[in-house]
């Protein structure tokens, strides 16, 4: 990693407008209008909007948002699929859009791979070949290539499928042979595509602990592509909303649960099972008076669904320690109240964390 | 890891170590062409079918022709029903023809604009006066009078016959099961094959003709009227359902209403087939303007035939227009109901106005109008054949010694089982048991009916021709699929090539090159390449996106893009493009029989033109078709093999085979 903050992947005000001199919509004063005015006045779609994130080597990023919010056009951007209208991209110190065609398929074949929505697996080619094939338009040997396939395949869990046809297989083990595909030339950095959008629920969470299994063994950089919140809280270290193609918010998911950057958001993790996600830091209050200070101690990280065997244990309140320090209380009731979904505010008023201190 | 919801794997995956041991896939293939290739060294020569002018079957064939001949005024199949048949289609026909005579030449000018006002403003009234006006200008107002009135009958009577018969087709899944293999063999069959057993049925004349270009003219009636019916949506015909209607109402209300436009085009494809058919018909006396072809062909007079060729493309673009407009039209009327008058009023006024104008000038189109330019394009054809004579010559030498004569040699020099053991395997291989039988006993055929050797020759000129168009119509393909400028260029080309009827293309092939049978090759490759180029185009454009996509963010070049990913995925596209070169080619190749290309195609013209080859034109004619089911029935089955992917013979196969070797 040759970029300053050592991040795999850096983007600053990406754009990516489509339609007929989108250069010029970008200059001039017409990039500010909301999508429908745009699309009005000149004909373009603005589908990613100024985005900037960085994403950390090893980390896990999920960019989340419903269809047509630009979160498939963003991830194409980044190796170039799609060619961005204006911004920067580095990937592993990398300027990837001043790259020469010759150096970004360099970059595709060795340090990015993708697994796409549809799979786009090779109907004429056996699994084996399928795997290969990244590394057969490398100009890998056959029998290296076979031997580095054969590896994968056993990761994937697809042993016995080597000399398969892909249309012979089920649609998760479709995907299964996407993921070795990507994984087959040993890249710094897995970008996903709604990969398990054309899964049913049963596989898909199979795969989705696959991906999480695959991440702790490997350790590989993952940007992940969702419209299904609850794979990105179950995957993502740290989340990127998207609406309008503007990212509206980025956080961790207790960031985005506990405390929604505006209405969008807000709606979008109503739903969401809060004590599933958010830590006690975020529902502790000050010990009231008279209330003994001699309950069970948690870590302030402790989500709150698993404080509740202590508080089953203990009828005192229990002690919450952040930074070494006890920095509030909570009782049986409060544990209830979360469990029930009941709005953390309304609990306690003026208690909550900032939110750029959770979960750091 | 899932196990539940996945098939078992296969039982047998063998560890990788144990797939050099297989053979490799072309081992096969390769040891069986050694062994023909051995197999002709060794028996060239022997076993033989050289050409015999009175082989039996001709015999045959004119003893029944004479047999007919004696009793058709006495037999009761030909009192009762042929010669009724012949008189009414003889009559539609002169009715039909007196119709289109009655408004004269300004009347019917006059008329046809009319038409193409209604069914598409302005622009079509304005093509069809230009159309019609030419016909005149050409000199060729009578005969391209005649045509028309020729094609007129042939198409109503195909309309008549096949739209019902398609509507049925469409609504009886069993219908179109039994009508479906009839129809293919009749696509398949060379415009010669039709035309001896009508000479035989219905003597020459207009009749005949009629009825033979009906009958060629009829699948495509037929077939795209029932996918119209088919295709309405079922949602659609269940709600209509639903509201009580009867199926005659739901038929009448729902389903026709809803299939117009494409009842529309099956219209104008079967006006299409008639027109390059009537041209065709002129070999059996058909009237109009086939009959300068067909001469301008035999005595490879390019002067001649110019003006007649022009007048059917004219004829063929104007029908076209006017029909593909008229499907494209709305139903609903648009505007208020005084717009709606003042349409009506002005095509009568069109039509009447032209019929007015006829009072005014000459019953006959003026002479002095009319411009000859049979002499001057004679001349520039002499010209071109002498200046680019070394050109010509060259690529016309190179291809008959370096391609022509060797196959050839080969095809006539080899024991007959021997060439039928390689349709065989051939077949086999592409198709499996079924459509190999029936190519070979197609083959077999052809020996059968005393035509072994002309059937060689006519199949080497196939083969050539369509080893050119494939590798021309690859290049196109690919190329306009990679570059939509190129695309753009193209299109319209292909478009009008596919409009115009067959034989026009002769013109140039006979221009440049002569007669010979290099003429029929070029002919047909410039005939069979428009619908290949875009076959392969639209499959390669075809590919899924997601793949290509997946193949590009894994780092491939453009051409590692197009070998490994583009072109096995359009293989289905290209082997059907495969099929419609080679049914093509062969209907052109026949045809070139007119220019010296020998074979088949000759045998079939000299038995219209001698009554003692009658036999071998009529067993010809057959020949042809048996030749077009062999080679359909081969590249076909390659199709169908290509399709069935999904499913597992072919892996099944293979894993048997792997369990052998490991």
Same mark, same amino acid.
């Given at each position: 990693?040759?970029?300053?903050?050592?991040?795999?992947?850096?983007?600053?005000?990406?754009?990516?407008?489509?339609?007929?001199?989108?250069?010029?919509?970008?200059?001039?004063?017409?990039?500010?209008?909301?999508?429908?005015?745009?699309?009005?006045?000149?004909?373009?779609?603005?589908?990613?909007?100024?985005?900037?994130?960085?994403?950390?080597?090893?980390?896990?990023?999920?960019?989340?948002?419903?269809?047509?919010?630009?979160?498939?056009?963003?991830?194409?951007?980044?190796?170039?699929?799609?060619?961005?209208?204006?911004?920067?991209?580095?990937?592993?110190?990398?300027?990837?859009?001043?790259?020469?065609?010759?150096?970004?398929?360099?970059?595709?074949?060795?340090?990015?791979?993708?697994?796409?929505?549809?799979?786009?697996?090779?109907?004429?080619?056996?699994?084996?070949?399928?795997?290969?094939?990244?590394?057969?338009?490398?100009?890998?040997?056959?029998?290296?290539?076979?031997?580095?396939?054969?590896?994968?395949?056993?990761?994937?869990?697809?042993?016995?499928?080597?000399?398969?046809?892909?249309?012979?297989?089920?649609?998760?083990?479709?995907?299964?042979?996407?993921?070795?595909?990507?994984?087959?030339?040993?890249?710094?950095?897995?970008?996903?595509?709604?990969?398990?959008?054309?899964?049913?629920?049963?596989?898909?969470?199979?795969?989705?602990?696959?991906?999480?299994?695959?991440?702790?063994?490997?350790?590989?950089?993952?940007?992940?592509?969702?419209?299904?919140?609850?794979?990105?809280?179950?995957?993502?270290?740290?989340?990127?909303?998207?609406?309008?193609?503007?990212?509206?918010?980025?956080?961790?998911?207790?960031?985005?649960?506990?405390?929604?950057?505006?209405?969008?958001?807000?709606?979008?993790?109503?739903?969401?099972?809060?004590?599933?996600?958010?830590?006690?830091?975020?529902?502790?209050?000050?010990?009231?008076?008279?209330?003994?200070?001699?309950?069970?101690?948690?870590?302030?990280?402790?989500?709150?669904?698993?404080?509740?065997?202590?508080?089953?244990?203990?009828?005192?309140?229990?002690?919450?320690?952040?930074?070494?320090?006890?920095?509030?209380?909570?009782?049986?009731?409060?544990?209830?109240?979360?469990?029930?979904?009941?709005?953390?505010?309304?609990?306690?008023?003026?208690?909550?964390?900032?939110?750029?201190?959770?979960?750091? | 890891?899932?196990?539940?919801?996945?098939?078992?794997?296969?039982?047998?995956?063998?560890?990788?170590?144990?797939?050099?041991?297989?053979?490799?896939?072309?081992?096969?293939?390769?040891?069986?062409?050694?062994?023909?290739?051995?197999?002709?060294?060794?028996?060239?020569?022997?076993?033989?079918?050289?050409?015999?002018?009175?082989?039996?079957?001709?015999?045959?064939?004119?003893?029944?022709?004479?047999?007919?001949?004696?009793?058709?005024?006495?037999?009761?199949?030909?009192?009762?029903?042929?010669?009724?048949?012949?008189?009414?289609?003889?009559?539609?026909?002169?009715?039909?023809?007196?119709?289109?005579?009655?408004?004269?030449?300004?009347?019917?000018?006059?008329?046809?604009?009319?038409?193409?006002?209604?069914?598409?403003?302005?622009?079509?009234?304005?093509?069809?006066?230009?159309?019609?006006?030419?016909?005149?200008?050409?000199?060729?107002?009578?005969?391209?009078?005649?045509?028309?009135?020729? %094609?007129?009958?042939?198409?109503?009577?195909?309309?008549?016959?096949?739209?019902?018969?398609?509507?049925?087709?469409?609504?009886?899944?069993?219908?179109?099961?039994?009508?479906?293999?009839?129809?293919?063999?009749?696509?398949?069959?060379?415009?010669?094959?039709?035309?001896?057993?009508?000479?035989?049925?219905?003597?020459?004349?207009?009749?005949?003709?009629?009825?033979?270009?009906?009958?060629?003219?009829?699948?495509?009636?037929?077939?795209?009227?029932?996918?119209?019916?088919?295709?309405?949506?079922?949602?659609?015909?269940?709600?209509?359902?639903?509201?009580?209607?009867?199926?005659?109402?739901?038929?009448?209300?729902?389903?026709?209403?809803?299939?117009?436009?494409?009842?529309?085009?099956?219209?104008?494809?079967?006006?299409?087939?008639?027109?390059?058919?009537?041209?065709?018909?002129?070999?059996?006396?058909?009237?109009?303007?086939?009959?300068?072809?067909?001469?301008?062909?035999?005595?490879?007079?390019?002067?001649?035939?110019?003006?007649?060729?022009?007048?059917?493309?004219?004829?063929?673009?104007?029908?076209?227009?006017?029909?593909?407009?008229?499907?494209?039209?709305?139903?609903?009327?648009?505007?208020?109901?005084?717009?709606?008058?003042?349409?009506?009023?002005?095509?009568?006024?069109?039509?009447?106005?032209?019929?007015?104008?006829?009072?005014?000038?000459?019953?006959?189109?003026?002479?002095?109008?009319?411009?000859?330019?049979?002499?001057? %394009?004679?001349?520039?054809?002499?010209?071109?054949?002498?200046?680019?004579?070394?050109?010509?010559?060259?690529?016309?030498?190179?291809?008959?010694?370096?391609?022509?004569?060797?196959?050839?040699?080969?095809?006539?020099?080899?024991?007959?089982?021997?060439?039928?053991?390689?349709?065989?395997?051939?077949?086999?291989?592409?198709?499996?048991?079924?459509?190999?039988?029936?190519?070979?006993?197609?083959?077999?055929?052809?020996?059968?009916?005393?035509?072994?050797?002309?059937?060689?020759?006519?199949?080497?000129?196939?083969?050539?021709?369509?080893?050119?168009?494939?590798?021309?119509?690859?290049?196109?393909?690919?190329?306009?699929?990679?570059?939509?400028?190129?695309?753009?260029?193209?299109?319209?080309?292909?478009?009008?090539?596919?409009?115009?009827?067959?034989?026009?293309?002769?013109?140039?092939?006979?221009?440049?090159?002569?007669?010979?049978?290099?003429?029929?090759?070029?002919?047909?490759?410039?005939?069979? %390449?428009?619908?290949?180029?875009?076959?392969?185009?639209?499959?390669?454009?075809?590919?899924?996106?997601? %793949?290509?996509?997946?193949?590009?963010?894994?780092?491939?070049?453009?051409?590692?893009?197009?070998?490994?990913?583009?072109?096995?995925?359009?293989?289905?596209?290209?082997?059907?493009?495969?099929?419609?070169?080679?049914?093509?080619?062969?209907?052109?190749?026949?045809?070139?029989?007119?220019?010296?290309?020998?074979?088949?195609?000759?045998?079939?013209?000299?038995?219209?033109?001698?009554?003692?080859?009658?036999?071998?034109?009529?067993?010809?004619?057959?020949?042809?078709?048996?030749?077009?089911?062999?080679?359909?029935?081969?590249?076909?089955?390659?199709?169908?093999?290509?399709?069935?992917?999904?499913?597992?013979?072919?892996?099944?196969?293979?894993?048997?085979?792997?369990?052998?070797?490991?």
């Amino acid at each position: 990693m040759t970029s300053s903050d050592g991040a795999a992947i850096e983007v600053r005000g990406l754009w990516k407008i489509f339609g007929p001199r989108a250069e010029r919509v970008l200059g001039g004063p017409d990039a500010g209008l909301d999508p429908v005015a745009l699309r009005e006045k000149t004909g373009c779609v603005a589908a990613v909007r100024d985005v900037s994130f960085s994403v950390r080597p090893g980390e896990v990023f999920v960019v989340m948002g419903l269809s047509g919010s630009g979160k498939s056009t963003l991830v194409r951007c980044l190796t170039r699929l799609i060619e961005p209208t204006a911004g920067e991209i580095s990937i592993g110190g990398e300027d990837v859009r001043a790259a020469s065609p010759a150096r970004l398929r360099d970059l595709r074949r060795h340090r990015v791979s993708m697994v796409f929505q549809h799979f786009g697996l090779l109907p004429h080619r056996r699994v084996v070949d399928n795997v290969a094939y990244g590394l057969e338009i490398q100009g890998v040997p056959r029998a290296r290539r076979h031997e580095r396939a054969q590896e994968i395949i056993s990761l994937v869990g697809l042993d016995g499928y080597a000399e398969a046809e892909p249309g012979q297989l089920s649609g998760g083990m479709q995907q299964r042979v996407g993921l070795a595909r990507a994984l087959a030339a040993d890249p710094e950095v897995l970008l996903f595509d709604e990969p398990f959008s054309a899964l049913d629920p049963l596989i898909r969470r199979d795969m989705q602990a696959e991906v999480m299994r695959l991440h702790r063994e490997m350790g590989k950089t993952m940007v992940f592509i969702t419209h299904d919140l609850s794979e990105a809280l179950k995957l993502g270290e740290r989340i990127a909303i998207m609406r309008a193609g503007e990212i509206v918010q980025l956080g961790t998911a207790e960031e985005l649960v506990g405390a929604p950057a505006d209405d969008y958001v807000a709606d979008f993790v109503r739903d969401v099972p809060r004590s599933g996600v958010l830590s006690l830091r975020w529902i502790c209050r000050p010990p009231g008076a008279g209330e003994p200070l001699d309950g069970p101690a948690l870590p302030a990280e402790t989500i709150i669904r698993d404080a509740v065997p202590a508080a089953m244990e203990s009828s005192r309140p229990i002690r919450v320690i952040g930074d070494g320090e006890m920095i509030g209380v909570v009782d049986r009731l409060d544990i209830l109240a979360a469990l029930a979904d009941r709005p953390v505010a309304a609990a306690v008023p003026g208690q909550r964390p900032s939110p750029g201190g959770a979960g750091s | 890891m899932t196990s539940q919801a996945s098939p078992a794997p296969p039982a047998q995956a063998a560890p990788l170590a144990s797939r050099p041991a297989r053979l490799p896939r072309w081992a096969l293939p390769l040891a069986g062409a050694a062994a023909l290739a051995a197999a002709y060294l060794v028996f060239r020569g022997t076993a033989t079918l050289p050409h015999d002018d009175d082989a039996a079957p001709f015999q045959w064939i004119n003893d029944v022709r004479a047999w007919v001949d004696a009793n058709r005024n006495q037999s009761p199949i030909f009192l009762f029903f042929v010669n009724y048949v012949r008189l009414f289609v003889g009559g539609l026909h002169d009715l039909l023809h007196l119709v289109l005579q009655g408004p004269g030449w300004t009347g019917l000018t006059g008329i046809a604009a009319g038409l193409g006002w209604l069914t598409g403003g302005w622009r079509i009234a304005l093509l069809a006066a230009a159309g019609f006006g030419s016909f005149g200008i050409l000199g060729l107002w009578e005969a391209s009078v005649a045509t028309l009135a020729l %094609v007129l009958t042939a198409v109503l009577l195909s309309l008549a016959v096949g739209l019902p018969l398609g509507v049925w087709a469409g609504l009886s899944p069993r219908l179109r099961r039994l009508l479906t293999p009839v129809l293919d063999v009749m696509q398949i069959m060379p415009t010669f094959a039709y035309l001896a057993p009508m000479v035989l049925f219905f003597q020459i004349g207009p009749a005949s003709a009629a009825i033979a270009t009906m009958i060629y003219s009829i699948p495509p009636a037929i077939r795209i009227t029932a996918l119209a019916v088919e295709q309405v949506s079922p949602a659609a015909v269940e709600a209509s359902g639903s509201l009580g209607a009867t199926r005659w109402q739901t038929l009448r209300k729902v389903q026709l209403p809803m299939a117009r436009a494409t009842i529309g085009l099956a219209v104008n494809q079967t006006i299409m087939m008639a027109l390059s058919m009537v041209v065709i018909a002129a070999l059996i006396a058909a009237p109009g303007l086939g009959s300068d072809i067909i001469r301008g062909l035999t005595r490879a007079n390019v002067g001649l035939m110019l003006p007649a060729g022009i007048a059917i493309v004219v004829m063929a673009i104007v029908l076209d227009r006017i029909t593909m407009s008229a499907a494209a039209r709305t139903p609903h009327r648009t505007g208020g109901r005084t717009r709606w008058v003042v349409h009506r009023a002005v095509a009568a006024a069109l039509a009447l106005g032209g019929v007015a104008l006829g009072r005014l000038l000459p019953a006959e189109f003026p002479a002095e109008w009319v411009v000859r330019f049979a002499g001057p %394009v004679n001349e520039a054809v002499t010209w071109a054949k002498f200046s680019w004579y070394g050109v010509t010559d060259a690529v016309r030498n190179l291809t008959t010694e370096a391609l022509l004569n060797p196959l050839q040699s080969v095809l006539t020099g080899a024991p007959w089982w021997l060439v039928a053991a390689a349709a065989l395997a051939l077949a086999w291989r592409t198709g499996g048991p079924r459509p190999a039988v029936v190519a070979v006993g197609c083959l077999l055929a052809t020996a059968l009916l005393g035509l072994w050797q002309h059937t060689m020759e006519t199949l080497t000129t196939v083969l050539v021709a369509v080893a050119v168009t494939l590798l021309i119509g690859l290049l196109l393909g690919v190329a306009a699929a990679r570059s939509p400028r190129f695309a753009a260029l193209q299109r319209p080309l292909l478009d009008a090539a596919q409009t115009m009827p067959a034989f026009v293309y002769l013109l140039p092939a006979l221009a440049l090159f002569g007669a010979t049978r290099f003429t029929a090759v070029f002919a047909s490759v410039i005939y069979a %390449v428009p619908p290949v180029v875009r076959l392969v185009e639209d499959g390669i454009r075809n590919v899924s996106p997601a %793949v290509v996509e997946a193949a590009l963010s894994c780092g491939s070049t453009e051409r590692q893009l197009l070998w490994k990913v583009r072109l096995p995925l359009a293989r289905r596209a290209i082997l059907l493009a495969a099929n419609q070169g080679i049914v093509m080619t062969l209907a052109m190749v026949v045809v070139g029989g007119l220019v010296g290309a020998g074979g088949l195609g000759y045998d079939v013209v000299s038995g219209f033109s001698q009554r003692t080859d009658f036999g071998m034109g009529f067993a010809a004619g057959v020949a042809t078709v048996l030749l077009g089911i062999m080679l359909d029935r081969i590249t076909q089955g390659a199709d169908t093999r290509a399709s069935s992917r999904t499913p597992t013979p072919t892996t099944d196969r293979r894993n048997k085979r792997k369990m052998r070797t490991a």
